[in-house]
């Protein structure tokens, strides 16, 4: 119940799968929690269910591809809770499934912005206020994809190698800070993100989930809690010693 007892989180992309799992869960736990999120209507859901359940939470419309949203929302936050304990560099799109030579520039740059500039803009302007403390835990979720290839998507998969070389070199950079900088690699989880992919696929979402499953050793998709409880243990206190590091999600796919 207590494991992020008096701490303030932001996390963006809250609105929805795996932010908004993880803002209840954090809630649960004790965190005042930040909701940065472009959908107004699905932040404030977020907002209200946790305040529904006893907990504390503030929305703010957020685009965090918009250096200036970020920058004004995460004074906003400071000024509202106190401090800013933790960062979850949530918020992603996977953008258009095409070659590497088909892709215009608008549709790398479309990725880019959201996936790359947003953890740049949200860390930017969040580190301040963590170096006043001397101590914070920045989550980034990357992907199983921002390590590997497949055959699809490939902004999306230089986007996500680009977040994890930047928790990397943060985690280096703060460390003597007491800033703690660490990247989640889901494999496939059934959010609504997915769920948009798969329908896009020929044969559409069941033949997605089924593709996806027989991918993952484990013989299944995972579940958006299944990413929260790792984003609360980078989070909490528990994981004071843990900086720079890799936490796959993904029922053994990057295993094999
Ligand atoms: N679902 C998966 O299988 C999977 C696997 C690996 C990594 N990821 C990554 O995990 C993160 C969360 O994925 P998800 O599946 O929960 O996504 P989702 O689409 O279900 O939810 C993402 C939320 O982010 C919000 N968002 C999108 N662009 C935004 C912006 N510019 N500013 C603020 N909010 C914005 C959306 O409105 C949505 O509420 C993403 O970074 C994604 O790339 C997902």
């Not at 999120?37 to 932040?43: D, L």
Request: glycine share 10%.
């Amino acid at each position: 119940m207590d494991r992020l007892k008096n701490k303030v989180a932001i996390v963006t992309g809250a609105g929805a799968g795996m932010g908004r799992e993880t803002s209840i869960l954090f809630a649960k736990e004790g965190c005042a929690v930040a909701v940065f999120e472009v959908n107004e209507q699905n932040g404030m859901q977020t907002v209200n269910d946790i305040i529904a359940n006893g907990g504390v939470a503030k929305f703010w419309k957020v685009d965090v591809s918009n250096e200036e949203n970020v920058r004004q929302a995460v004074d906003e936050v400071a000024a509202t809770f106190g401090k800013i304990d933790i960062l979850i560099n949530n918020a992603g799109i996977t953008g258009v499934d095409k070659k590497t030579h088909e892709l215009t520039v608008a549709e790398w740059d479309q990725v880019f912005n959201v996936d790359v500039k947003g953890v740049f803009y949200c860390t930017k302007y969040v580190v301040p206020y963590m170096l006043k403390n001397q101590k914070g835990s920045i989550v980034n979720l990357s992907s199983i994809y921002g390590t590997l290839g497949a055959h699809e998507l490939t902004p999306y998969h230089a986007a996500k190698g680009a977040v994890f070389a930047m928790t990397r070199q943060d985690a280096i950079s703060y460390a003597k800070n007491n800033i703690r900088v660490n990247s989640i690699h889901p494999g496939t989880i059934m959010t609504p993100l997915v769920k948009e992919l798969g329908s896009r696929m020929e044969g559409g979402l069941p033949a997605y989930e089924k593709l996806m499953s027989e991918k993952h050793p484990i013989g299944h998709a995972g579940e958006p809690i299944d990413v929260a409880y790792g984003c609360l243990y980078l989070a909490s206190d528990e994981a004071k010693f843990v900086t720079g590091a890799q936490l796959y999600i993904d029922g053994g796919y990057s295993a094999m």
